[in-house]
Structures are given as C-alpha cells and as structure tokens.
C-alpha cells in the first residue's frame, strides 16, 4: 500500500477529485495549507502599505491506495491540477506499513 499526497491550488479540487474518483480511489482527505516554494510569494497593497505575503494558501490531498494503483493515481493528478504555470504542486508517494480501521479493527487493505 502507498500514501499519495498532493498539494495543489484550490481551484483545481473539483477536478482532481473527479480524476481520482475515475481512477479507482475510493476516498481521500483534504486540508488547507498555507506554502511557499519557487514563486516566493507576492507583494501587495492594502490601504497605501505594501505588504509581503509569503506564504501561499493551497490544498493538500492525501489517499492510500494499493500498490498496483500509483503510476495511473500519479498520471491522474498531474494532469487534473496542472495548469502550466509555477507553482503548480508537488506529489509525493510513500510506503504505509500498516492500516488500522478503528471501529472494526480491520487491517491493510480491508481498511482502507
């Protein structure tokens, strides 16, 4: 079982979780985040200051899906949240040990 985790602009949620949802995944979390990368953030005006904003708010997806699922999960989301500009996101992929589902006590695949 892997963790694919993706960061991505917010605008772009309705059309990776259609993405997801077509390639098999069968749930995932959403956060919101604030990050800063390449883009460095912006500088802006708010009643005659200049302010710098630094930090950039953006969405972070996380699913657990079995090992057989990752390349087209990856393809997936590369291609719902691009939009060819930086900033863009990032995708990470990791190994997930164990799985445990609370209520029942079931494991690894049962309980995703």
Not at 4 to 22: F, N, P, T, W
Not at 43 to 52: A, D, F, I, S
Not at 61 to 84: C, F, H, K, M, Y
Not at 99 to 104: A, K, P, V
Request: charged letters at 25%.
């Amino acid at each position: 079982m892997k963790k694919v985790s993706a960061i991505i602009h917010s605008h772009k949620l309705d059309d990776v979780k259609l993405a997801l949802l077509g390639a098999g995944v069968i749930g995932i979390t959403v956060s919101e985040i604030r990050s800063f990368g390449t883009p460095k953030g912006s500088t802006t005006r708010y009643r005659g200051n200049e302010y710098k904003v630094d930090f950039i708010s953006k969405l972070k997806i996380e699913t657990i899906i079995e090992d057989n699922l990752v390349e087209t999960v990856v393809q997936e989301i590369s291609l719902a949240a691009r939009t060819g500009n930086v900033g863009d996101g990032k995708i990470f992929v990791s190994p997930m040990e164990q799985i445990i589902r609370i209520r029942t006590e079931e494991k690894g695949i049962a309980a995703i």
